[in-house]
């Protein structure tokens, strides 16, 4: 079983950018699909993106444009670059091992990370 650890998180100021990553360890990174969540308290997981074994990726729409989704298979780590950071941001982002190809759907994904803050000020 894959187990990932998200890094990265912190406070920014609103138009300011941070990158994440998700170390994964176990399992054999290169054949997941991986994606990105996140969750603002009092709200519903949402989907930001994912990117499959092939390197395809796809973005739900508040993250296009300004967040891109990278892998390092040789690294076995998962990256989501975000810029342009705006309040509404402001969750627990999760990293997520699952299918080979990209999913949104949060229920295909078999190994979570434990989930990284960030916050952006107005």
């Known amino acids: 079983q894959v187990q990932l650890v998200e890094s990265g998180g912190g406070l920014v100021q609103a138009g300011g950018s941070l990158r994440l990553s998700c170390a994964a360890s176990g399992g054999t990174f290169e054949m997941y699909g991986m994606g990105w969540f996140r969750q603002a308290p009092g709200k519903e997981r949402e989907f930001i993106g994912a990117?499959?074994?092939?390197?395809?990726?796809t973005y739900a729409d508040s993250a296009k444009g300004r967040f891109t989704i990278s892998r390092d298979n040789a690294k076995n780590t998962l990256y989501l670059q975000m810029n342009d950071l705006k309040p509404e941001d402001t969750a627990v982002y999760y990293c997520?091992?699952?299918?080979?190809?990209?999913?949104?759907?949060?229920?295909?994904?078999?190994?979570w990370g434990q989930g990284t803050q960030v916050t952006v000020s107005s």
């Open positions: 990117i499959s074994w092939s390197e395809v990726t």
């Open positions: 997520a091992a699952g299918p080979s190809l990209t999913s949104n759907d949060w229920q295909r994904y078999f190994s």
